[in-house]
């Protein structure tokens, strides 16, 4: 018999494959040997030196050669990194793994991603204890379900309401609630499935009433798989983490008046911004614009815990009843935060126009600045308008006057690019103090909204320019063409309204701006944008360059939000690498992985987006449940097969009237046109037409409100008369769908 010293090595060198017919095979052990060995087996078993697992006996702690793993990190280099899904707590801190990735898209993962690996004997290095090639992405695993608990009469389990109604109810474990009670927002893990009647589920979490003031976001938070707790290393970063105070190689531009102009609540200020006239005689008219941007990259260090996190992030979160950043908030709010008055590390850039307002030069620094002033977009316009209060007061003339007119330089500029100009309002809301709806309103765009924005784009253009000069690693920020495909459909909804686009040739933004021009101030605008809208491509991030068609800019990346996007701070790095200003800059190597951190922060961006857009329509959808029978008056916002969305004109909720409920005609989806046609009386209602309504159905957790129509279509431009439907006591029948409508790239970002 092999001693246990000699058993414990053989498992050792063979882990995850050490069965007891291969240990009894290994060492000759046969006949009734067999019983010693299975006996010695238990007792190393019994005394924690070994365990089984599958019928192989491995060591604590020690890995199968195959086994599944989470993907979710990348380390200093950039490389993925992985744990092992079934881990055992007591074993400690699970093991990090270094993925090598194959040629396939089956063994392509990203963040996020679960994965089927095979160890190699290829070393780690680094963080990673092993490294591990992938076999196959798996399909991720149904997580925790989020809904309503609801309770029964009698003896009858508690079961939960999905927030997801393409979900089904699911009995719930009353013998482990959570303390949750009846109405409470909870979430749930499927425990166990009869193969008769519905799953049984356990609680996992209990959020609490959903009158809560964080119930909302929490379930956009839940469903979307927003990160929203920072691990306790990141948090320890943070805190250990010291202000800049010194000026060391840093240049000194406290002396420049340079201010921060945001949004009243606004705790994170990214950019601060000045300009004067520039006084070489060879630029008459010209300015000199100064932009500096908080100085993330000293404090997040590639590789580090808190930008592995930021990675995974992608960017921030914005609720109407919080923020859920990307950093810390020691670092987002207090330490890199351009607060007035302090002293703060911020990566610059001073450019120089003429006066057509064209870039003739730009040049970068890394300094230690002092804001002269926190401002709101409205407090400055206020002040430019002739009214002015105790502090604007002191910087009209040095400085918001000079800001104005060097914007007034940069607008001819942009007006000569000719960017894409559409016209679509954001509704924003605000809350009470208790995180109810208190109204919903659309902003005034003002002036001050204009100038920080061409600001930040030219500043994020002069980054690309330089980045691209120096041939340096570059995340773009790029926006494509339209498609052919999105192109005919546009062609085929302006041929409807008597409006033609261009057949051949390529097509600029101001062939779209002309269109929009056309049917300014009439009651076809609303439509015409909406269409333009969705005729367009996505923007995104990727390290090979294509323009930004909508700025119709031939080069363009992120740099002046390091704060609340990823994007922005890998171009930070690059800057530093690039132009000598630390060692905190791009790692090496980080070239082959930008195409996949790129994907993975656009979709993180994404994510975020529907995650603020579904929050935005349940509080309204909640705010909207108190007036079930109401009429109100809208636009029809989309069209499909099975109804119609309409956007309430005082409100901006959006909800869904089925086409089965519109009449006793039957009405046919008209995809040219975007309209919806009766085929006996040829009754039309189309996208962009003002119609009343009512509201029938309000579901506030799944943000839908369903509509009962009330006004009459119209046969060839003209309305026809129509008996309104009488109310219903419910939601009307054969009611297909009460989502409602997304809006696709209403809030897209450039």
Not at 206 to 218: D, I, Y
Not at 360 to 366: D, L, P
Request: hydrophobic share 35%; with cysteine.
């Amino acid at each position: 018999m092999p001693s246990r010293e000699d058993i414990m090595a053989f498992v050792a060198d063979n882990p995850g494959r050490a069965g007891k017919r291969e240990i009894a095979r290994h060492f000759g052990i046969v006949g009734g040997a067999r019983i010693h060995l299975k006996k010695m087996l238990k007792d190393l078993s019994d005394e924690g030196f070994l365990e089984k697992r599958n019928k192989r006996m491995i060591r604590p702690g020690d890995l199968p050669p195959v086994f599944v793993a989470n993907i979710v990190a990348r380390d200093r280099d950039g490389e993925l990194l992985g744990v092992p899904v079934d881990w055992d707590e007591d074993a400690g801190e699970p093991p990090k793994i270094l993925i090598l990735t194959g040629k396939t898209k089956t063994t392509q993962p990203g963040l996020g991603d679960r994965a089927l690996i095979r160890l190699s004997d290829v070393e780690a290095g680094g963080e990673a204890e092993h490294a591990a090639r992938v076999i196959k992405v798996l399909e991720k695993r149904q997580g925790a379900i989020l809904g309503i608990l609801r309770t029964r009469d009698g003896n009858r389990p508690p079961y939960l309401e999905p927030i997801d109604r393409k979900q089904r109810e699911l009995d719930v474990d009353a013998t482990d609630l959570k303390e949750a009670e009846d109405g409470d927002l909870v979430s749930v893990q499927v425990s166990r499935s009869g193969r008769y009647g519905h799953p049984r589920a356990s609680v996992v979490e209990r959020f609490g009433s959903l009158k809560s003031e964080k119930a909302v976001s929490e379930i956009a938070l839940q469903s979307h798989g927003i990160r929203h707790v920072f691990p306790a290393s990141v948090e320890a970063q943070a805190e250990a983490a010291q202000p800049v105070d010194k000026l060391g190689k840093r240049e000194d531009w406290r002396q420049i008046p340079l201010i921060t102009i945001d949004p009243p609540d606004a705790k994170d200020h990214d950019d601060a911004v000045y300009a004067e006239p520039d006084e070489d005689p060879q630029n008459d008219g010209g300015y000199i614009a100064y932009v500096a941007i908080a100085d993330v990259a000293h404090y997040v260090t590639p590789g580090s815990a808190m930008d592995r996190e930021a990675a995974l992030r992608g960017n921030s979160v914005y609720f109407p009843d919080r923020v859920i950043p990307m950093l810390p908030e020691r670092i987002s709010n207090q330490l890199c935060s351009l607060r007035e008055k302090e002293d703060k590390p911020a990566l610059a850039v001073r450019m120089v126009f003429d006066k057509t307002g064209r870039k003739t030069g730009h040049t970068f620094h890394r300094v230690l600045m002092r804001s002269a002033a926190k401002l709101s977009y409205i407090q400055a316009q206020k002040a430019i308008d002739g009214t002015t209060d105790d502090k604007t007061e002191t910087l009209l003339e040095g400085i918001l006057k000079p800001l104005w007119a060097a914007y007034a330089v940069l607008k001819k500029g942009r007006d000569a690019r000719e960017p894409l100009e559409l016209d679509l309002p954001e509704r924003k809301i605000k809350l009470k103090e208790d995180g109810t709806v208190d109204s919903v309103y659309v902003p005034e765009r003002l002036d001050a909204h204009k100038l920080i924005e061409e600001f930040m784009i030219q500043a994020n253009v002069a980054a690309a320019e330089t980045l691209e000069r120096k041939k340096s690693p570059l995340l773009y920020r790029v926006h494509d063409a339209s498609t052919p495909e999105k192109l005919e459909s546009l062609k085929d909804f302006l041929s409807t309204i008597s409006m033609k686009l261009p057949s051949s040739g390529g097509l600029r933004p101001s062939v779209f701006n002309g269109i929009l021009a056309k049917v300014k101030d009439t009651p076809q605008a609303n439509l015409v944008n909406e269409v333009v809208l969705r005729s367009q491509a996505q923007a995104e991030y990727a390290p090979h360059n294509i323009g930004h068609f909508g700025l119709n800019l031939r080069r363009y990346a992120h740099f002046t939000s390091p704060i609340r996007r990823y994007a922005d701070l890998i171009v930070h790095r690059g800057l530093i690498s690039a132009l000598g200003l630390g060692k905190d800059g791009l790692p090496e190597g980080i070239e082959s992985r930008l195409e996949a951190i790129g994907a993975e922060i656009s979709a993180a961006e994404r994510r975020a987006m529907l995650a603020e857009r579904d929050t935005i329509d349940r509080l309204i959808a909640l705010w909207m449940s108190e007036h079930i029978g109401a009429s109100f008056r809208g636009r029809i916002a989309g069209v499909v097969k099975s109804g119609m969305f309409v956007r309430l004109e005082e409100t901006g909720a959006d909800g869904f009237v089925p086409a089965s409920t519109i009449g006793a005609d039957y009405y046919r989806y008209d995809e040219g046109s975007h309209a919806l046609i009766g085929d006996k009386t040829g009754e039309t209602y189309q996208l962009g037409d003002q119609v009343e309504v009512r509201l029938v159905e309000a579901a506030p957790f799944a943000g839908a409100l369903t509509f009962e129509l009330l006004s009459p279509g119209r046969i060839a431009g003209k309305r026809i008369r129509k008996a309104a439907p009488k109310a219903r006591r419910g939601p009307p029948k054969g009611n297909r769908s009460t989502t409602s409508p997304k809006n696709k790239g209403r809030r897209r970002t450039s």
